[in-house]
C-alpha cells in the first residue's frame, strides 16, 4: 500500500508539470462541452425563430395572373420576388440550389377559380435539402390558408354555414414538461461528461506504459524491488484522480454555463441544480475506474506515444455509441441497460436532468456493475502489465 | 556475487542467448564484452528480472532471480541500456523517486539522496529539472538513482555509450570506486579498451554463448594473442565458425 501511494504522489506531480495533461485535463474537457453544447443551443434557437421572424424570399412566376394570392402572402412574411421566365427554368434553378423554392402559377389559374374548378398551382422544392424544405412548408401553410379563406367566402356566398366543412374540432394537449422537451437535447451532456472524464486521464494512462517505455524509463522502474501490481495501481490511481478532477470541473462547467444558455426560449427547463450536480458526480464516479482502466489497457498495447494517442482516441467515441443507439431508437430506462456502463449513467442523468423520479435500484444496479466491470478491467490490466513483452 | 549458470532464452525464433555461464564475485569488476547483438542485453536483462530465463538459472548473492525476484531486485543496482529519466521531476526527485521505491525510510531519504548526489558529483544540476539534460548528465542521475539505495550487486548495461571523455572518466573513477567498496560490479560493452582498462575478469559473449571466459591475462594466454583486441576477434571467430 505504502509503494502504491508512493507511484502515486509521484504521478501526480509529475502530472500537474505537465502543461499538456494539464490542458487535456483541466481545459480541453470541461471547457470543449459547454462551448459545443452552446453552440448547438444558440443554433437550434436560432432556427426555431429565425423561420417564422425571417422574410422568406419566393420567386413566383405568373404573378400576373394571381394578384389577390401574391397581396396574401406578402401579408404572411412571404416576399414574392420576380423569378425566371418559365417553369422549366424554375425547375432548372432549385435543381443547382439557385432557389431554395419556387412557385408557378400557371395561365389558367383565375380561369379555373373563376369556375369553380380547382385551380392548378406549382411548388418546386427540393426535399432532400433541409432549408428549403422549411420553406417549402411555410408556403404551403400559406396556400393552404388561402384555400380555406376562398373556401369559407364560397360557401358563404352561397348561404353555406363554411362550419359544415369542419365536423372535427381538435385540440391537442400536450403533456410533456418543459423539462421533458429538453431531454433530447440535453442527453448530450452525459457524452460530454463522459468525454471530459476520459481526457483528463488520457496522458496518464498513455504514460504509464507507452510513455514510460518511450522515454526508457520503465525498465530502470521495473527493475526495483517493489512488484508491478503495486506499480500499476498507483498509476490507475492517479490516472482516476485527474479523471475525477476533468469530470468535477465539467460539471461545475456545465452548471454555470447552463444560466447563461437561453434554454427558456426553446422551452427548457432543466434541472442542473448543485443537488444534480452532486448526484452526477456520484453517478459517474464509478465510470473512472472502468476509464482508467481501459485506458491504460489499451495503451499498453501499442508501441509508441503516437500510437497509443491514436487508439485512445477510438476509446474516446466508444463510450458514446451505447448512448447514440438508445437515442435513436428512444428507449426508454430498462433494468437491463443498467448492466451497460456509460448507457445506464447517460439514461439515470436525463431522469435526473428531467427532474423525473430515479429508480434507486436502477441506480444500485448501476453503481455496482460499472465498479465491477472497473475492477474486472484493472484485474486484466495489472496481469498483462506483469507480461515480458510490456517492454517492447 | 553474480551466478549465471547455463542460462537460455529465446525471442520467437531468434535465440538471443543460449547456454551462458559465468560468475561475477564480490569486490572485482566483471566486463561482459561482445558484439552489437551478441546476447548481452538479454542476459543483463534475466540478471535484473525483466526476463525470464527460458532454462538455466542464475543469482544474486545465492537468491534465485526467478523463484525470488523481488528479494534478487533488492540486491541490484540496474542501469538498463538507454536508462531514461521522468522529464517533469527534478534530478533529485527522479533520485528520491527510486529511493523511496527502494523502501527507503522517508525521513532518510534526504541524506541518502545527498550522499549519492555528492558521491556522482551531480550538485550543480540536482535541482534542475531533467527534461534537455545531456547524455552525460542523463546517464549520472540514472545512476544515482540505481544507486540509491546501496547495492551489493551494480548491472550496467552499456554505461559509457554517448558519453564524452570527461564523462567516461568520471565514470571509470565511480565503477573503481564500487569496486574499492566491496561491491560487485557487472557491466556490458562493445568497446574493447573500455573493458580492458577496468575489469578484472572478462567474459566475451558472441552469438548468444561465451566465447572466453577469465582474467585478462587468463585470455591472452589461452588465446595466444598478446593485444586484447586480437584475443576478442579469435574467440569470436571461433565460436561463428562452430
Redesign the interface.
Request: charged share 25%; with cysteine.
Given at each position: 500500500m505504502r509503494?502504491i501511494l508512493?507511484?502515486f504522489i509521484?504521478e501526480v506531480?509529475?502530472?500537474l508539470?505537465?502543461r499538456r495533461t494539464l490542458a487535456s485535463a483541466l481545459v480541453m474537457g470541461p471547457i470543449f462541452g459547454p462551448i459545443l453544447f452552446a453552440f448547438m443551443i444558440n443554433l437550434s434557437i436560432e432556427r426555431s425563430f429565425e423561420d417564422v421572424e425571417r422574410t422568406l424570399e419566393l420567386p413566383v412566376i405568373g404573378q400576373e395572373y394571381a394578384p389577390n394570392l401574391v397581396r396574401y402572402l406578402r401579408g404572411r412574411n412571404i416576399d414574392v420576388i420576380d423569378s425566371p421566365l418559365d417553369r422549366t427554368a424554375a425547375i432548372e434553378a432549385v435543381k443547382t440550389g439557385q432557389h431554395d423554392i419556387a412557385l408557378i402559377i400557371p395561365r389558367a389559374f383565375g380561369e379555373q377559380l373563376a369556375d369553380t374548378m380547382p385551380a392548378k398551382i406549382e411548388l418546386v422544392s427540393d426535399q432532400a435539402n433541409s432549408d428549403a424544405d422549411r420553406g417549402a412548408r411555410r408556403v404551403r401553410s400559406a396556400l393552404r390558408g388561402y384555400n380555406s379563406e376562398l373556401a369559407t367566402l364560397r360557401l358563404s356566398a352561397r348561404g353555406v354555414n363554411p362550419m359544415v366543412l369542419q365536423p372535427l374540432n381538435i385540440d391537442e394537449i400536450d403533456v410533456s414538461t418543459p423539462s421533458g422537451r429538453s431531454a433530447m437535447l440535453l442527453g448530450m451532456m452525459s457524452y460530454f461528461f463522459i468525454f471530459a472524464t476520459l481526457m483528463g486521464g488520457m496522458y496518464l494512462a498513455i504514460d504509464a506504459t507507452a510513455g514510460e517505455r518511450e522515454?526508457?524509463?520503465l525498465?530502470?522502474?521495473?527493475?526495483?524491488?517493489?512488484?508491478r501490481d503495486q506499480l500499476i495501481l498507483g498509476k490507475i490511481g492517479a490516472t482516476c484522480l485527474f479523471m475525477c478532477l476533468s469530470l468535477t470541473l465539467s460539471l461545475l462547467s456545465f452548471h454555470v454555463a447552463l444560466k447563461f444558455m437561453p434554454l427558456e426560449q426553446l422551452g427548457m427547463t432543466p434541472n442542473f441544480g448543485p443537488a444534480v450536480v452532486i448526484a452526477a458526480f456520484l453517478l459517474f464516479a464509478p465510470f473512472v475506474l472502468l476509464g482508467a482502466a481501459i485506458m491504460t489497457l489499451v495503451a499498453s498495447f501499442t508501441k509508441s506515444y503516437r500510437e497509443a494517442q491514436t487508439w485512445l482516441s477510438v476509446v474516446l467515441i466508444a463510450p458514446t455509441l451505447p448512448i447514440v443507439v438508445v437515442s435513436i431508437l428512444t428507449l426508454r430506462p430498462k433494468l437491463e441497460f443498467m448492466f451497460v456502463p456509460s448507457l445506464s449513467q447517460h439514461l439515470l442523468l436525463v431522469d435526473m436532468v428531467k427532474n423525473e423520479p430515479v429508480n434507486n435500484l436502477h441506480v444500485l444496479i448501476s453503481v455496482v456493475s460499472t465498479l465491477l466491470f472497473g475492477a474486472l478491467f484493472t484485474w486484466i490490466c495489472a496481469r498483462l502489465y506483469r507480461r515480458?513483452g510490456l517492454?517492447g | 556475487m553474480i551466478k549465471v549458470e547455463d542460462i537460455h532464452k529465446s525471442f520467437g525464433e531468434v535465440r538471443a542467448v543460449h547456454g551462458v555461464s559465468f560468475d561475477a564475485p564480490d569486490g572485482k569488476i566483471t566486463g561482459l564484452l561482445g558484439p552489437n547483438g551478441a546476447g548481452k542485453s538479454t542476459t543483463l536483462?534475466v540478471l535484473?528480472?525483466?526476463?525470464?530465463p527460458d532454462a538455466g538459472s542464475a543469482a544474486i548473492d545465492g537468491v534465485d532471480v526467478v523463484g525470488e525476484s523481488?528479494?534478487a531486485?533488492?540486491r541490484?543496482g540496474?542501469?538498463?541500456?538507454?536508462?531514461?529519466?521522468?522529464?517533469?521531476?527534478t534530478a533529485r526527485?527522479n533520485v528520491a523517486?527510486?529511493a523511496?521505491?527502494?523502501?527507503i525510510d522517508k525521513s532518510e531519504v534526504d541524506d541518502r539522496v545527498d550522499e549519492i548526489i555528492r558521491l556522482l558529483e551531480i550538485e550543480s544540476f540536482a535541482a534542475r529539472?531533467t527534461k534537455g539534460f545531456s547524455q552525460g548528465q542523463r546517464t549520472k542521475v540514472?545512476l544515482a538513482?540505481?544507486l540509491v539505495h546501496d547495492p551489493q550487486n551494480i548491472i550496467l548495461d552499456e554505461p559509457s555509450n554517448g558519453l564524452d571523455v570527461m564523462a567516461t572518466r568520471s565514470l571509470r573513477r565511480l565503477i573503481l570506486k564500487l569496486k574499492d567498496l566491496g561491491r560487485c560490479v557487472l557491466f556490458s560493452s562493445h568497446v574493447m579498451q573500455e573493458v580492458a582498462a577496468l575489469c578484472d575478469d572478462i567474459c566475451i559473449i558472441a552469438r548468444g554463448q561465451v566465447a572466453i571466459d577469465g582474467s585478462i591475462d587468463d585470455i591472452r594466454e589461452r588465446t595466444g594473442c598478446d593485444y586484447l583486441e586480437d584475443a576478442f576477434v579469435h574467440a569470436i571467430n571461433r565460436v561463428e565458425a562452430e
Open positions: 509503494t508512493i507511484v509521484k506531480l509529475e502530472n508539470r505537465d522515454r526508457g524509463s525498465e530502470p522502474l521495473l527493475s526495483l524491488p517493489v512488484t515480458e517492454l | 536483462r535484473y528480472t525483466v526476463l525470464k523481488l528479494r531486485r533488492q541490484i540496474a542501469l538498463p541500456h538507454g536508462s531514461g529519466l521522468y522529464p517533469h521531476l526527485e523517486y527510486f523511496r521505491l527502494c523502501g529539472r540514472s538513482r540505481a
